[in-house]
């Protein structure tokens, strides 16, 4: 199954400019799936970040893979309308190599585990199919 802007819209509060997934691709409902977003030259956070080398912060890529993980939980709860996925934790994160302007990119994510209404995952970026950062995060959903 994949996902398009407007299908994640309904699944995640993020919204322009914060937002950092195109589409995205659930592979296992609830626990493994596959985001895609290109870095374009003009995203804002490019101007100081650095000016003359620009580079995608590393606090954004793991903000990816998180918002990849509410996705993929999410598509799962999705009969819950009102339900909010709230960032917890980030362990292990390593940033092997930048991510440049004009940079596709793909984040994969999957689940470790759950305790009550905390989900922990695993995340993967990758540029080229080559492995540029990873982490471990956990979210709590909540529900109104």
Partial sequence: MILGIEEIKELIPHRDPFLFVDKCEIVVPGEH?????????????????????????????????????????????????DKSVLFMSVNKAKFRKPILPNDDVYFEVKFLNKVRDVYKFKGTCHKNDILVSESEFSAMITFK
Avoid: C, W
């Fill in 33 to 81: 799936g596959k985001s895609f977003k290109k870095f374009n030259n003009d995203e804002y956070f490019f101007k100081g970040h650095f000016p003359n080398n620009p580079i995608v912060p590393g606090v954004i890529i793991v903000e990816a893979m998180a918002q990849t993980a509410g996705i993929v939980v999410s598509y799962n709860l999705r009969e819950y309308k």
